[in-house]
């Protein structure tokens, strides 16, 4: 029977030798490892080929193997697999989406610094300047860019996980969010919105930020409901 992956992670730890210069985690030769860990030298590579395919782990050559901070490949693959199955759905999406953006507007009100807020600033500065000159695209990608930036302030490794694991998921919602404001006229009290959140959170009002979060959310949901009616 096959080594729980996690557990077989834990092993490796325990035999890797990190540079004290880079912190990376350098395993040993696979013989001398295979060795040490009791496997066979076809059950090891089996198991490090996962860990690859994850991206937990990398060869260099004349360098060695190293165990490594993954890149976003792999989740991006499981995500976006899940929705072709239809196990992960849009509103399955718009929901985390909005219960976790209040989240990160309530954090980012208590972690927030000067240069963030210039950051921020100049987001919203290019999504009314594409709103007003009635290009959608720019201020798509403005828009996209203050949720990014938020999510950039609150620093978290699992809200980033999730955010590029969904990053597909997360751009179509919120595409369909600004077409649908901009169909219903609402696209204006949208933009404001996004200014109410950043004012709570330049006042370091955590609960103001949520709720303003919650708000900005709410005149989307209604606009997306009055553009179905209207098709129905």
Same mark, same amino acid.
């Given at each position: 029977?096959?080594?729980?992956?996690?557990?077989?992670?834990?092993?490796?730890?325990? =035999?890797?030798?990190?540079?004290?210069?880079?912190?990376?985690?350098?395993?040993?030769?696979?013989?001398?490892? %295979?060795?040490? =860990? %009791?496997?066979? *030298?076809?059950?090891?590579?089996?198991?490090? !080929?996962?860990?690859? !395919?994850?991206?937990?782990? @990398?060869?260099?050559?004349?360098?060695?193997?190293?165990?490594?901070?993954?890149?976003? %490949?792999?989740?991006?693959?499981?995500?976006?697999?899940?929705?072709?199955?239809?196990?992960?759905?849009?509103?399955? +999406? !718009?929901?985390? *989406?909005?219960?976790?953006?209040?989240?990160?507007?309530?954090?980012?009100?208590?972690?927030?610094?000067?240069?963030? =807020?210039?950051?921020? *600033?100049? !987001?919203?500065? *290019?999504?009314?300047?594409?709103?007003?000159? %009635?290009?959608?695209?720019?201020? @798509?990608?403005?828009?996209?860019?203050? @949720?990014?930036?938020?999510?950039?302030?609150?620093?978290?490794?699992?809200?980033?996980?999730?955010?590029?694991?969904?990053?597909?998921?997360?751009?179509?919602?919120?595409?369909?969010?600004?077409?649908?404001?901009?169909?219903?006229?609402?696209?204006?009290?949208?933009?404001?919105? @996004?200014?109410?959140?950043?004012?709570?959170?330049?006042?370091?009002?955590?609960?103001?930020?949520?709720?303003?979060?919650?708000?900005?959310?709410?005149?989307?949901?209604?606009?997306?409901?009055? +553009?179905?009616?209207?098709?129905?």
């Amino acid at each position: 029977m096959q080594e729980p992956l996690a557990r077989f992670v834990a092993r490796l730890l325990e =035999l890797a030798t990190v540079d004290e210069e880079t912190g990376a985690r350098r395993l040993p030769p696979e013989r001398e490892l %295979g060795d040490a =860990l %009791g496997m066979s *030298r076809g059950a090891l590579r089996e198991q490090l !080929s996962v860990l690859e !395919s994850l991206g937990f782990l @990398h060869r260099t050559q004349g360098r060695g193997t190293y165990l490594d901070t993954p890149s976003y %490949g792999f989740v991006r693959t499981y995500f976006a697999i899940a929705r072709s199955l239809g196990y992960i759905t849009d509103p399955h +999406v !718009s929901e985390a *989406r909005m219960l976790i953006e209040e989240a990160v507007a309530e954090a980012a009100a208590r972690k927030v610094t000067p240069p963030q =807020l210039n950051e921020l *600033r100049d !987001s919203l500065d *290019r999504m009314n300047a594409a709103e007003e000159a %009635g290009d959608i695209e720019l201020a @798509h990608e403005a828009d996209a860019d203050f @949720h990014r930036r938020l999510l950039d302030v609150v620093d978290n490794p699992v809200l980033q996980l999730l955010r590029e694991g969904l990053q597909r998921a997360l751009s179509d919602d919120m595409r369909a969010r600004r077409e649908a404001v901009a169909r219903d006229g609402s696209g204006g009290e949208f933009d404001l919105s @996004h200014e109410d959140i950043f004012a709570a959170i330049a006042a370091g009002d955590p609960e103001g930020a949520r709720m303003a979060m919650r708000r900005h959310f709410g005149i989307a949901t209604t606009a997306e409901t009055g +553009v179905a009616a209207r098709r129905s």
